[in-house]
């Protein structure tokens, strides 16, 4: 069974950087086509960032330039790197995973808080 483990959330100022982190069990990512999708109570997940098996990467136009992702397959893993956090970004962020197949799997989430 496919599991997705999210970590590195928390609180921070605005103006100030987190890096989230995901790592998959039971499966590897080789294939997989990973994102970022962010949530706030009352509203519908929004995808902010993706990335491809060969490493393309697409983002939200509310985070590019500021978000930066990126995977390690041998880690088994994907990172969120988020700078110049804005109070907008506070929500729970999830990752993604979508397997030939098709297949997907979702994070449990994790809380970002960005205060004024």
């Known amino acids: 069974q496919v599991r997705l483990v999210e970590s590195g959330g928390g609180l921070v100022q605005a103006g100030g950087s987190l890096t989230l982190s995901c790592v998959a069990h039971g499966t590897n990512l080789i294939s997989a086509y990973m994102g970022w999708y962010h949530q706030t109570p009352g509203k519908q997940r929004e995808s902010v960032a993706r990335i491809h098996d060969d490493l393309t990467t697409n983002y939200a136009d509310s985070v590019n330039g500021r978000f930066l992702n990126s995977r390690d397959d041998v880690q088994n893993s994907v990172s969120l790197q988020m700078n110049s956090l804005k109070p907008a970004d506070t929500g729970v962020y999830y990752c993604?995973?979508?397997?030939?197949?098709?297949?997907?799997?979702w994070g449990q989430g994790i809380q970002v808080t960005v205060s004024t």
């Open positions: 993604h995973a979508l397997f030939p197949g098709p297949q997907d799997a």
